[in-house]
């Protein structure tokens, strides 16, 4: 083999090489970032997760919420206002995102509610009042007890179930979706998978009605 056949074979064969380890990178890369968006949406909503609307609604709204932050409790009316435009497209997933001092009891107390079938009323109960009892530095969960106890939660029954070391485990698996997606502060919001470009009720409701269209078109 003269010498030009031989540069013309190592060329042939270094353009095989190369594109043969192009495509190889082309599908690791497909394939991680598929198995990374598996990782985000499992992570993002779980069987155990507290929902509000209805459950086959094609729009899921995921908001990782602290009972504490008081950002949260200004976008729940909101909130509330958007799921009430879309009462049969739109459902809410509660993260629970325990970033402030005495919010695991206050996690706790709306899983009690829960159990009873008062999670709405009693979550309603604990944003409503949630300056007397939510002081970041010295919170009085007596008073959140109180309010939850007045909004329907019988309360005896409520502090047993919220001792119950289930509470602590689900308490720490949305903690730990919290680490993996990042999530830096509350409230956090995922329109049907993707976050909230842009902070507030305004931008949140457009995503969510851009959704409510797509999936209502023929």
């Not at 003269?2 to 095989?16: G, H, P």
């Not at 497909?30 to 968006?37: E, F, G, K, M, Y």
């Not at 729940?76 to 970033?99: C, E, H, S, W």
Request: net charge neutral; charged share 25%.
């Amino acid at each position: 083999m003269n010498r030009r056949a031989t540069v013309i074979l190592t060329a042939i064969l270094a353009l095989t090489l190369f594109s043969g380890s192009t495509v190889y990178y082309r599908n690791e890369q497909v394939r991680r970032a598929q198995a990374l968006a598996a990782t985000t949406a499992e992570a993002l909503v779980r069987d155990h997760s507290p929902m509000i609307g209805p459950p086959d609604a094609p729009v899921t709204i995921v908001e990782f919420f602290d009972p504490s932050c008081e950002a949260c409790r200004a976008f729940y009316p909101p909130l509330k206002q958007i799921l009430g435009l879309f009462p049969n497209d739109v459902r809410l997933v509660i993260r629970y995102t325990a970033f402030h001092e005495g919010s695991n009891m206050a996690v706790k107390i709306l899983e009690a509610a829960r159990r009873q079938g008062k999670l709405e009323p009693v979550l309603n109960a604990l944003l409503q009042f949630q300056p007397e009892w939510a002081d970041h530095d010295k919170p009085d969960l007596e008073i959140a007890w109180r309010r939850a106890g007045e909004a329907g939660l019988d309360i005896g029954q409520g502090k047993r179930d919220a001792a119950l070391p289930e509470l602590d485990e689900l308490l720490q698996k949305d903690m730990a979706d919290v680490k993996t997606l990042e999530v830096k502060q509350t409230p956090t919001f995922f329109v049907n998978g993707q976050p909230l470009a842009e902070f507030g009720p305004r931008p949140l409701y457009d995503m969510v009605k851009r959704e409510v269209e797509k999936h209502r078109k023929p």
